[in-house]
């Protein structure tokens, strides 16, 4: 059993910033790439940001130069920093993991965190 805990969500001004954090545990031989997706209310699920085990990364354009995506591999976390917020960055926040188990290979998701950018 693989479980996904993410972490770091709430409430900030246009222009802040926040740092989300997901952490995997459970029968872990190997975790492949991990990402952050974002779901606006009526949106469809979208890509933020990936990273695979060997550190390529992938941004969706309208995140570059905003969010830093990072993992500790020691740790099975990924972090999502996210500044200069906008009001469109509103949505609930997944995280997603692609984990190799002991005769598996599955993907897996968080709850989702809420992320509100308000005045």
């Known amino acids: 059993q693989v479980q996904l805990v993410e972490s770091g969500g709430g409430l900030v001004q246009p222009g802040g910033s926040l740092k989300l954090s997901c952490a995997a545990s459970?029968?872990?031989?190997?975790?492949?790439?991990m990402g952050w997706y974002r779901q606006a209310p009526g949106m469809q699920r979208e890509l933020v940001a990936t990273?695979?085990?060997?550190?390529?990364?992938n941004y969706a354009g309208s995140v570059k130069g905003r969010f830093t995506i990072s993992r500790d591999n020691a740790k099975n976390t990924v972090y999502l920093q996210m500044n200069s917020l906008k009001p469109e960055d509103t949505a609930v926040y997944y995280c997603?993991?692609?984990?190799?188990?002991?005769?598996?290979?599955?993907?897996?998701w968080g709850q989702g965190t809420q992320v509100t950018v308000s005045s």
């Open positions: 990273i695979t085990s060997d550190g390529r990364i």
């Open positions: 997603n993991a692609d984990i190799t188990g002991w005769g598996t290979r599955d993907d897996y």
């Open positions: 459970g029968s872990i031989f190997s975790i492949n790439a």
